[in-house]
């Protein structure tokens, strides 16, 4: 690449993202519930694969609690999917780990963006999510990589 030109576009692209599950609900506090505003989030995967290799989806989950009172708080869950071609024919090892790194750069802020939606709906206080996460570190095959 020549410097001052744009850098080729990556061979991985999402295509759509859709809603596979959404909830909110305010309940009785529980236990196990935290003491403050507490965001889960999962971890990409893999949820199916072309025989070709060029489309691939991945899900990922996100939870959202938020204490509204003494003895009640306010949950909501979110299950999307995101739908990604390749301009390269992949791998299904190779989508696997696309979908546990770089996925969750794509997915998470549409994730953050419908929670906050969600909590503002609903009148709630929701605390700031992180606009980017540091994936876990995996042991991988280099040659794997799309």
């Known amino acids: 690449m020549v410097k001052g030109e744009a850098a080729p576009p990556h061979p991985v692209q999402l295509v759509r993202v859709s809603a596979v599950n959404v909830s909110c609900q305010r309940r009785k506090r529980r236990a196990a519930d935290p003491g403050e505003a507490n965001a889960f989030l999962g971890a ?3 949820a199916s694969f072309s025989p070709g290799g ?10 959202l609690i938020v204490p509204t009172g003494d003895d009640e708080v306010w949950e909501a869950r979110l299950h999307i999917r995101g739908e990604f071609s390749s301009a390269v024919q992949l791998k299904r090892t190779q989508a696997a780990f696309f979908a546990g790194t770089s996925a969750l750069f794509v997915m998470l802020p549409i994730a953050r963006a419908d929670l906050i939606q969600l909590a503002s709906l609903a009148n709630v206080q929701a605390p700031t999510l992180p606009l980017v996460v540091r994936p876990p570190q995996q042991v991988d095959d280099r040659s794997d990589r799309p």
């Open 44 to 46: 990409p995967r893999l």
């Open 54 to 63: 060029a489309l691939f989806d991945c899900d990922f989950q996100a939870r």
